[in-house]
């Protein structure tokens, strides 16, 4: 006598995709809220401007996210609310207003280097979002914006001063520091670094500074083995800042010294900051940047994040 039952491996199959279905039902009541706050002082920016980063940089960065409906789908929406929590926390759109002149030409340095990069707009993002994309016309109109915020000129009599008098004070006070200044997190200055060898140079024209990144043995020796993906543990860099001046004639050249800043890996010591140890030690005095504060360095790590893929570092070393 014939039966119409299902074979065993079908029914178990069918049970398993249904039980599947149902908690898949399940999790979507299981959401996070992403509320969209009032905004408290929105980019002011030239329309053309404004437009390329609204379209590519808000529905994280600002108060005015707009979800798709496959963004609200969850897991999917459970990496969409926790994206959208960290860009606001690292730079919010909506609350430009908080920040100072300097600070705002800083982000929007920062926001563009970071596109240039490759690292912004997260390539998984705009692989959904394919609006979100920078075109290379995009990104020529950013560049552009940033250039016309910034008014180059000859260095006054009293910058080249101030300048030539710091050198003058080095000069004479050559003499090894007793007790060197400790960042909060426990890394101190390292002054061997003017022994180690230049590997590449950025300039910051939103803030007028230049800046030579150095790198100690193991950095060197990591570069010429190219086996820079990850660092090697041990590996230092130091990223030393002067002031921008440019005198008469047009030249450019460093003046006054700004700052320095470390990268020390190690990944079982720093494990906890991307395998990283960050300080920064700020005027000749050597200031530790942050204070007594520890958490200056989330601010690192926040700038660094998107840089992941070459191990959170943003200049690369020039090739010969």
């Not at 140890?277 to 942050?290: Q, S």
């Not at 200056?296 to 660094?304: A, L, P």
Request: overall charge positive; aromatic content about 12%.
């Amino acid at each position: 006598m014939k039966t119409n039952r299902k074979p065993l491996y079908q029914r178990k199959a069918f049970l398993i995709i249904l039980i599947l279905f149902a908690g898949f039902l399940c999790i979507q009541f299981v959401r996070p809220d992403v509320p969209n706050p009032p905004v408290t002082g929105d980019l002011q920016a030239p329309a053309d401007v404004k437009a390329i980063i609204q379209r590519a940089c808000y529905d994280c960065h600002s108060n005015n996210t707009n979800l798709r409906w496959y963004d609200k789908i969850v897991p999917i929406y459970w990496g969409v609310a926790s994206h959208i929590k960290q860009g606001r926390a690292d730079l919010n759109f909506s609350e430009w207003n908080r920040l100072a002149p300097a600070d705002q030409k800083g982000k929007l340095w920062e926001s563009v280097n970071q596109i240039i990069a490759g690292a912004m707009p997260l390539p998984g993002y705009t692989a959904v979002h394919t609006g979100a994309k920078v075109s290379a016309a995009d990104l020529a109109v950013l560049k552009n914006y940033l250039a016309s915020m910034v008014h180059s000129k000859p260095a006054d009599t009293a910058v080249i001063n101030a300048a030539d008098r710091q050198y003058q004070y080095w000069q004479k006070n050559r003499t090894a520091v007793s007790k060197l200044p400790i960042a909060a997190n426990g890394i101190s200055y390292i002054p061997d670094y003017k022994n180690w060898q230049p590997i590449s140079t950025t300039e910051r024209f939103d803030n007028n500074t230049l800046r030579v990144i150095f790198g100690n043995d193991i950095a060197v020796k990591a570069i010429k083995e190219n086996k820079i993906h990850p660092w090697p543990n041990g590996t230092i860099f130091a990223k030393v800042a002067w002031a921008q001046l440019q005198d008469k004639d047009g030249t450019t050249h460093t003046g006054e010294f700004k700052q320095v800043e470390y990268m020390i890996k190690d990944d079982k010591k720093y494990a906890s900051t991307y395998g990283w140890g960050w300080a920064r030690f700020k005027t000749p005095k050597m200031v530790p940047y942050g204070g007594s504060n520890v958490m200056f360095t989330t601010e690192c790590m926040n700038c660094h994040k998107p840089m992941a893929a070459e191990d959170f570092v943003f200049t690369q070393p020039i090739k010969h």
